[in-house]
């Protein structure tokens, strides 16, 4: 009777036990599932915003959205219009919605070059109003390798146009760069030519010269000689020069009354000169510098030469 | 030596250098200023009496203003070459020039041209000629056009050529009157001139003799040799008709004026005077 009784406590622990244990798994199950409901955000507030584009290329329902590289969202929603447009709608933090400005901008960017397409929300310059809830952002695609080779080609096809030029013009044998070095090849001959020409004059000037030389010496020998000669017959001269000194007073005195004619004359050399200052000044940059005259006008004169007065 | 070098290098430099620079240089394109210095120079000879050189340089301003189709200019300077002949006794000259300025201009000849072309005429004793130059003239200066004075002293000169005294008499005293107050000293030279030529052919020898010496006067002031000469010729005349003394004396003035200015024709004339006087001339030593 005791035993029945003894196994009679046993399974009532046994089963406190289980009850407990069973309890704590219920526990445990429901915080999992708590746990896993505030991770995927079922009792997080967000705010809905919308964008259209051309294309849904590269854009994918659960896309994270991002806003200065944080991911605060996904692409709730990739829907075509009757138009052919697609709505893109994504779902925000409403706690990040305060970086949402009202002229912010949405932009499809790769991660480096190849990257995977996220969409980054880039606010506007103006931080005083924010973007309303469901707003309507406008969108923008970051160029990609496509758009950089097209940018690379269109940069590129005129120098190599203009390269295909340079070595046509360098290659054509008349004006090119052949016929330059067949010119040069020929002024090269001829400035050799007449380097050796001027080598063989210089030489004979040298020749010439070193005769000159011998000659000039002879005449100064030859002057010594008749230095010593002069000196001889000087007092004899000086005699003969007394006397033509007294011709000279002659004709000095004739020449008081011949000169004045002559300085007429002189008046006629000063026109012609002039005339040959007014033909250099006309040449002369001095010219710029003077002014222009005006006009002439000449006085009225009936009788030039007098005529009316007495009859012919 | 050096530094006379060092300086007139520095001078060549300087000019060289401003050459280019046209911001100090005046606004006339250089072919129009080459132009007026040319027409400016050839009036200054004219001036001073250098005939020949004028009559260059008029041609040559003439020729520059043709070149840039400034007819105006063209027309001016041609008129100025005219002028020029005209005052060297080459009348044939100056009425072809004329001709040319004529070709040059759509609107006819001008008033001076007109004018030019009968005082070129009665040079060369063309007188039904000039009368008509001086009738065309006339319809041109139909009010007191500027060269009122000139034309009158013109029609004296052609009337007198027509030994018409007292028209003669009248238009050079119309002339002197529009000339008095002007700064016209050789027209009124001229209109003095002719006053005594008319005076003395209308048989007034006493009241020609103080128009004479006034034109003598004025010719005098203005240094010009041929026309002092001339009227010492008239003055002779004039004495001789009175009958007073000091005829010889005059025409001897005439030709010791002539002699030195180099006037053979006048120094001819005024020998003749002499001879018709019966005074013996000195021998000139060679």
Redesign the interface.
Known sequence: MSLLIQHDSDAAALRRGIHRFLFVAALATLALLAAIVVRQGLFRQTTTYSFVTDSAQDIVKGQAVRIAGFRVGAVADVSLKDDGQVVVTMEIDADHMRFVTYDARVELRKEGLVGSPTLEIVPGPDKSRLAAAQARLTFSRAEGLGALANQVRDEFVPILRDIKVITGVLADPQKGLPGTLAQVRASSEALNALLANSNRQVNGIGGAATRVLGKAEEDLSQLGQTLAAANQRLPGLIDRTQQVLDHVEKITAEAEISVPPALREGSAVAADVREIVSGARQAWPIRNFVDAPAPARLKMDSDLRGEAGRAR | MRAKTLLIATLILA??A??P??A???A?PPR???A??A?????KR?GRG?YA?AVRRFDEAARIYASIDDMP?AA?NRL?LA?SE??Q?RAEAALLVLESADRGSDAGPTLDTL?LRA?AQ??LDRHAAAQQSLAAASGQCAGACP?A??LH??Q??AA?AANLAADALAHAEAALKLLQGKD?A??TG?AW??I??ARL?GGDAGGALPA?NA?LEI?RQLA?P??I???W??IG?IRRKVGAGGTAAAYRRALDVANAAGLADLAR?AKEALAANNEVLPERKP
């Open positions: 000019g060289c401003a050459a620079n046209s100090t240089s005046p006339e129009l200023k080459a007026l210095e027409e400016s120079d050839g009036a004219y250098d050189a200019g001016r100025h002028r005209l005052a006794g004018l005082q009665l040079a060269q004075a000139s002293l013109l004296a000169r007198l016209e050789a027209e001229n001139r002719l005594a030529a052919a004479a034109a010719d010009l041929e026309k000469a001339r009227d010729l008239l005349d004339q």
